[in-house]
């Protein structure tokens, strides 16, 4: 708690770069978010030195880790688009999408009935307000979980559509996928993640 | 009328591109009768936010 008190505290400009505790889980939080992108380390690594450094540049700017954190991924953000737009990625889409399609139909035949109706106990529930879920640190920790549980190839899609906020038609000339199988996949990540975030968020909080 | 499997699809494709007017038209009468999908909408909507939540970091993961 006392740790807690004293981490949301304001610092003088450049003393954040001398909390080494924040300073390296930021540093993960970035690499881990890089990684999700470019799927590649050095590149990864590269991009988040860059953000970094920009931030070291600006230092005066900072006085709290809020500020700190919004304004480093925002050029993080802006550097793995760059990298994204310059680098036509080949992955082996069809391997990766294999095993998750199999799994997705499974997922279906769960939450839907033969004829295409929801299944009375899947039925989605209203969540929430987000206001109040969403400053919950157990919440990110439960989002990053559900992320963490979708297949590589979806999560990379949703990632690209919904974090870095690429449009449909950018995404499929980088990804080399047409536009019908980016929208399926994006509906079966969008599906997972919604399932997931109900069944382990939204509805506990409401049992409790 | 259109199967909840299509309008779930349907309601996710919104999210990514305009919708045709004959789409729009059959989701409108579909979620109108279906309370079940008219809630995975809003959850789509509400993904989008909590995802430019995530990317912006906020204060939330100062909170502890």
């Given at each position: 708690m006392t740790q807690a008190l004293s981490r949301s505290t304001e610092h003088l400009p450049g003393q954040l770069f001398h909390d080494t505790v924040f300073m390296e889980d930021l540093r993960r939080q970035m690499l881990k978010f890089a990684m999700l992108q470019v799927r590649n380390e050095v590149i990864a690594e590269d991009a988040v030195q860059d953000a970094m450094l920009s931030a070291y540049q600006n230092i005066?700017?900072?006085?709290?880790q809020a500020a700190l954190k919004t304004w480093v991924f925002a050029i993080l953000k802006n550097k793995l688009i760059d990298i994204l737009r310059k680098e036509k990625r080949y992955t082996s889409a069809s391997i990766l999408e294999e095993g998750a399609s199999r799994n997705d139909e499974a997922l279906l035949d769960e939450l839907f009935t033969?004829?295409?109706?929801?299944?009375k106990e899947q039925r989605p529930q209203k969540w929430d307000e987000p206001d109040h879920d969403l400053e919950s640190h157990h919440f990110w920790r439960i989002f990053d979980t559900c992320l963490d549980a979708l297949p590589a190839k979806y999560s990379r899609l949703f990632m690209m559509r919904?974090?870095?906020?690429?449009?449909s038609n950018e995404i499929c000339d980088n990804e080399e996928v047409s536009v019908s199988n980016l929208n399926t996949t994006l509906f079966r990540a969008r599906l997972r993640l919604r399932e997931c975030l109900e069944d382990n968020w939204f509805e506990r909080e409401k049992a409790t | 009328m259109m199967k909840c499997t299509e309008a779930t699809q349907l309601l996710s494709e919104k999210m990514d591109r305009p919708l045709s007017n004959k789409e729009k038209l059959n989701l409108g009468i579909h979620t109108a009768m279906c309370p079940a999908c008219r809630q995975f909408g809003k959850h789509m909507l509400s993904l989008r936010e909590i995802s430019q939540q995530y990317v912006k970091q906020n204060d939330a993961s100062e909170k502890g």
């Open positions: 005066e700017r900072f006085n709290r033969e004829k295409g109706h929801w299944q919904e974090f870095l906020e690429l449009d | -």
